[in-house]
Every structure is written in C-alpha cells, then in structure tokens.
C-alpha cells in the first residue's frame, strides 16, 4: 500500500476544503442574497465544474499555471518555480474542480435562513457582516458541514484535473486515485483493490458522519 | 432645550413627557407591487403613547411598517421623528435601517433560534460595554417578568413568554419609535392585557410613539389612545377609539367595526327635541328609532346595527326602554364556536343577532318560530347613505 500517496491525498483534501471554507462563504452569500439581474451567469460559472470532464477543467488550469499565463508567470517572479506539476498546481486546480461542492451546500443553507430574522438584525442595529456571523451562519452549520465535507470528499476522490495538472509525481502529485490508476495499468489488481478499498470506505464513513450528524432529530439508528 | 420642554409640559396633557417634539410624522406613498392593485398612500402623525393601525388584513399595515422601519423603501414621502428625517425623497435622505433606532416586533416575533432568551434581548447592545450590556438586560427582563427564562431558547418558552422577550429585545435598545405588528395575536385575553399593562408601564417613562397594528376590534378598544382606520392602502379614519369606531362614516370602517348589520334607510321624521329619528330600513316595514344626526326627512342613510347588542325574545315584550320591537321569524340558528349566529327575516330585512349557548337552550329556539327582536335607540349607528 502506497501510504505516501495517502497521506497526500488527504493533504490535499484537508487543504481544499479549509480554503473553500473561507473562500467559499463570500461567494455563496452573494448568490444567495445579490439582487444583481445577471447573477445566473455567476451561479452556472460556479457549477461549471459539475458538468464538465475534469480534463476540459484540467486543460485550461493546467493553460492557466503555465509559464505563459499571468497567473504562472507571477508565480515564478514570486518563488521561482512553475506552478505546473507542483503540489500547489493541484491545490489550485483542486479549488476550483470542487468549488460548486461548497459552495451550492452553503448557499442553499443561507437562502433557507428567514428573511424576517434579518429584517429583525437590522433593526437591531447589526451590520451586515455582524448578521452574517451571528444569525446566518450560526443557523447554517448543517450547510456548511455539508459543503465542507462534500468539498473534502470529493477532492480526495479526484482523478482528470491532477493528472491534467500535477502528473504523476511521487510524494508531490501522486494521489491515491492515480496510485489506483497505476496500479491497475501494471495488472496489480490486488494491490489495486486494497488501496481502492481504503479510499472506498474513507469516503463513505465520512459523509455517513456528515449525514449522520445533519440529521434533524437524532437518534441512535440501533436503538 | 429646558425651558422649551417645560413650556411643552405645560401645553400637553401627559405631565411626564421627557420629549415633547419626538412625534413619528409619516407622509409616504409605496406602490405594492409593479401591477398591484392599489398604492398605500397615507399622512398620519402619531405622538408619543400607543397609536393603532386598524385595519384588515391587505389594507397594507405591514407594509406600512417595514417603510417606517427602513426595511423598504418607500416610492415618495418623508418619514420623520422628530427632529430627525429618517427617510425623505425630496433631500434624498433615506437612512439604514441599523441607523434609525426603529424598535420592531414581528408578527411572527423573528426571535433567533439558536439564541438564548437573554442572548436575544442582549442582540441589540453590541456597541455598548459587556458589563453595561448585561445591567441593561437584566433589568428590561426584570421588568417583563421573565428573568427566569433567560437561558431558556425561544422554542423551550411558552408564546406569551416569547411575546415578552420579543417586546424586551426591541425596547432594550432605548428605540425613538416602536412598531408593534399584531403582536399579541393567538394570546388569550388575560396575558394579553399583563403583557400591555407592562408595556404601557415602560412607556410611562420612556414617551416614545407605538404604532400596534391589529384588525382585532377588541383590542382597538381596549388599548388606544388614538385610531388610524387603514383600508386597501388609504386611511379612512382617524381619532379616539370611539370616534373611529362608534360613528362610522365610511362602510368600509363600520365593516371592520363589527357592524354585522348595515342598512339602508330613509328618514320619515325627525324629532328635535328629542334628539331622535325615525327611519325607515329599504324594502321593508321596519321603521327604527335612532339618534338624531343632522339629516332631512326624505334623506338617505345607512344604519349598522351589531348582531351583540341586540336582544332576542320569544314573547311580545312590554314594559322596556327600548325603543324599537320588530317582530320576525327564525330562518336560522348556526353555531360558531361558542356562539349562536341567528338569522331572522324581519318583513323585506334579514337581521343578524348573536346569543349564548345558554340563551339557545333556555329559551328552545327553532327556525321559523315567531320572534321580537329588540334594538335601542343608541344601538342603531348612522352613517352616510350611498
């Protein structure tokens, strides 16, 4: 078992979903509260990723970190190596491929929170961004777990926009899904299914948890 | 400043009033939506004590109030408490809702769920100090009675308890006006009347304008110091409770009043020195003796009569003070919670009457049975013929 690989997968995730934690909750506040007339536009560019193959995705970011973009070049200036292929790439890539995983889950938790108890904020003085951390956010912790958890998930079980972006580099790019993938090019079908296992149960003991614990009356299941 | 606030204790009948200018004075218009059918359109001030908007639901109270709150904005008008504009056209002022200092009770309260009692009245009162914060809190909850439910969320608290933190949370914050919309709506009479005889108590010493929104008549009696009659976005009337209320000029208020029985009359003579009528209801018998209002012989009017206060006998009466006994025939006798709702056909005239449970069973009613209603004088209300 390549624990190498583990261990930067879960990195990774860990890495995506705290940046889409932060990042993520601008952005689904704006699509769940701007009156703006082309915000649709804004909502299908975040759920692009949904739709699209991850090497389309992949392609372009990987076009975007390049030496010859803004992005790469800027990059090189300020650490003197190419985003391309690097840990970070992914990282980058990885935001933007689970990016609709956070942030649909948090916006839909926002626009579920009732409009009289902002009215009432309001009245009671509360900035905006005082609204936000004590009345929205606190009644969209479910959401967020979700968008959190999801975001995780789904980036630990990513496969077309790192090999796109990050190739195959041991202990840098190499991530369980493209340790699988390896494995069964090489006909290692067992060591294949071990590894494919592990991140079969990862996966689905977390968001068992998740829904486990969104669950809006809880009980034991056994009991 | 001090003289000026002498003098105007002088001039006003409430000897307390700490600030005798701060009065709410709303001229607005607000079209409801793009193809609504009707703008609200209103001018109305309201000095400091408890103002109700009366009216039913649609006449555009909530609406009014979300204005005067900043929470929309109206189309044109100026919104102001004195001395400060919080919303004017004109001069394009139109302030925050954070910077009007409107306190605003919801219909559905909008208490935060997630929020103790305690935490919710202490919402308001983040600028200040935390040890000043919690003083303040402590006593409006004291004074609301509810200092033992303050860990308690919202949901673990009964709905008068709720009202009450509703009412302490908004008036915590020392607000220059307070919105009350429906707020003690689904409570029973008693803890209805404690929860407005403590708020009349708060208000004793902070003089602030009240605007309570309600379409309950009883409540119009019960708590006003003035009435704002509101009806598909316009007023209709405004005064004293029993100007409003009582001698309705406008259908529409008698409607709301509680007139189950408005009629068309003519007048066939007028007695002066009396001070009495006699009309005569359209397309009928029935001739009725009313108070006298400054009308012609010949004139048009309208009478409303409230089923409550007439009486029901099943014998011809003698020996009453009341002036007016109309027979009639039971049409029919249909329950409504705890009430009789009785049909009766007076010749060419249906009247609606209201009695107890008890009253049905004593005296045996049955439809089509022979009956005498009986009307006095003061209880037949005129106003304004179509």
């Known amino acids: 078992m390549d624990?190498?690989?583990?261990?930067?997968?879960?990195?990774?995730?860990?890495?995506?979903?705290?940046?889409?934690?932060?990042?993520?909750?601008?952005?689904?506040?704006?699509?769940?509260?701007?009156?703006?007339?082309?915000?649709?536009?804004?909502?299908?560019?975040?759920?692009?990723?949904?739709?699209?193959?991850?090497t389309v995705l992949g392609f372009y970011v990987l076009l975007a970190l390049g030496p010859r973009s803004p992005l790469g070049r800027g990059?090189?200036?300020?650490?003197?190596?190419?985003?391309?292929?690097?840990?970070?790439?992914?990282?980058?890539?990885?935001?933007?491929?689970?990016?609709?995983?956070?942030?649909?889950?948090?916006?839909?938790?926002?626009?579920?929170?009732?409009?009289?108890?902002?009215a009432a904020s309001a009245t009671l003085g509360a900035s905006r961004l005082r609204t936000f951390f004590r009345v929205i956010f606190p009644l969209s912790v479910p959401g967020f777990v979700t968008g959190l958890a999801l975001s995780f998930a789904h980036t630990m079980g990513e496969f077309g926009v790192v090999l796109m972006v990050g190739g195959n580099i041991p202990g840098v790019t190499r991530t369980v899904s493209i340790d699988i993938y390896d494995k069964v090019q090489a006909l290692d079908y067992v060591s294949a299914n071990a590894t494919a296992l592990v991140l079969f149960a990862i996966s689905f003991v977390l968001l068992s948890l998740v829904y486990g614990l969104n669950r809006r009356i809880w009980v034991w299941p056994w009991k | 400043m001090e003289d000026q606030a002498k003098s105007g204790n002088q001039e006003g009948h409430e000897g307390t009033r700490r600030n005798p200018g701060a009065g709410l004075s709303v001229r607005l218009r607000k079209r409801f939506n793009?193809?609504?059918?009707?703008?609200?359109?209103?001018?109305?001030?309201?000095?400091?004590?408890?103002?109700?908007?009366?009216?039913?639901?649609?006449?555009?109270?909530?609406?009014?109030?979300?204005?005067?709150?900043?929470?929309?904005?109206p189309d044109d008008g100026q919104i102001t408490i004195a001395p400060k504009a919080l919303f004017d056209s004109a001069r394009g002022v139109n302030l925050a809702p954070q910077a009007r200092r409107v306190g605003y009770v919801f219909q559905d309260l909008a208490l935060f769920p997630h929020l103790s009692a305690e935490k919710n009245v202490q919402y308001g009162l983040a600028s200040l100090p935390a040890d000043e914060c919690r003083r303040k809190s402590a006593a409006i909850l004291e004074s609301f009675r509810i200092s033992h439910l303050r860990a308690r969320k919202p949901r673990e608290i009964s709905g008068?308890?709720?009202?009450?933190?509703?009412?302490?949370?908004?008036l915590v914050t020392d607000p220059c006006v307070l919105l009350l919309d429906e707020p003690?709506?689904?409570?029973?009479?008693?803890?209805?009347?404690?929860?407005?005889?403590?708020?009349?108590?708060?208000?004793q010493a902070h003089q602030i304008p009240i605007l309570y929104v309600t379409h309950t008549r009883e409540e119009v009696f019960a708590l006003g110091d003035r009435v704002i009659a509101l009806?598909?976005?316009?007023?209709?009337?405004?005064?004293?409770?029993?100007?409003?209320?009582?001698?309705?000029?406008?259908?529409?208020?008698?409607q709301l009043a509680g007139f189950e029985n408005i009629f068309d009359?003519?007048?066939?003579?007028?007695?002066?020195?009396?001070?009495?009528?006699t009309c005569r209801l359209a397309g009928?018998?029935?001739?009725?003796?009313?108070?006298?209002?400054?009308?012609?012989?010949?004139?048009?009017?309208?009478?409303?009569?409230?089923?409550?206060?007439?009486?029901?006998?099943?014998?011809?009466?003698?020996?009453?003070?009341?002036?007016?006994?109309?027979?009639?025939?039971?049409?029919?006798?249909?329950?409504?919670?705890?009430?009789?709702?009785?049909?009766?056909?007076?010749?060419?005239?249906?009247?609606?009457?209201?009695?107890?449970?008890?009253a049905r069973d004593s005296l045996a009613l049955q439809p089509q049975q022979q009956i005498w209603l009986v009307v006095k004088t003061y209880s037949c209300h005129l106003m304004a013929g179509s």
Request: proline share 5%.
């Open chain 2, 34 to 73: 793009p193809d609504g059918e009707f703008d609200l359109l209103v001018a109305f001030s309201a000095p400091s004590g408890i103002t109700i908007l009366f009216g039913p639901s649609g006449a555009g109270k909530t609406t009014l109030l979300d204005c005067i709150a900043g929470l929309t904005t």
């Open chain 2, 160 to 170: 008068g308890e709720r009202q009450r933190v509703a009412l302490a949370r908004a």
């Open chain 2, 184 to 203: 003690l709506a689904g409570l029973d009479a008693a803890t209805k009347s404690k929860i407005i005889d403590d708020l009349r108590q708060w208000n």
């Open chain 1, 75 to 118: 990059w090189q200036v300020l650490t003197g190596h190419s985003l391309a292929f690097t840990f970070e790439g992914l990282v980058i890539g990885s935001i933007i491929y689970s990016l609709p995983f956070a942030v649909q889950p948090f916006a839909a938790s926002f626009a579920t929170v009732d409009a009289r108890l902002l």
């Open chain 2, 265 to 277: 009359a003519t007048v066939i003579a007028v007695n002066q020195d009396r001070g009495t009528m």
């Open chain 1, 3 to 54: 624990w190498q690989a583990f261990r930067l997968t879960l990195q990774l995730a860990a890495l995506v979903a705290l940046v889409l934690g932060v990042l993520g909750l601008p952005i689904a506040y704006w699509i769940a509260y701007s009156r703006w007339r082309w915000k649709f536009v804004a909502e299908a560019m975040v759920s692009l990723p949904i739709v699209l193959p991850p």
């Open chain 2, 284 to 358: 009928s018998k029935v001739e009725l003796e009313t108070p006298l209002v400054r009308a012609e012989v010949g004139g048009a009017l309208r009478v409303g009569i409230r089923a409550g206060d007439i009486l029901l006998s099943t014998l011809e009466p003698h020996g009453l003070s009341a002036r007016n006994l109309i027979p009639g025939r039971m049409l029919s006798l249909t329950q409504r919670d705890v009430m009789m709702v009785a049909k009766v056909d007076c010749g060419g005239v249906e009247m609606e009457v209201h009695l107890t449970l008890a």
């Open chain 2, 231 to 254: 009806a598909a976005g316009r007023i209709l009337a405004q005064g004293t409770p029993h100007e409003v209320m009582t001698a309705p000029r406008e259908e529409t208020i008698a």
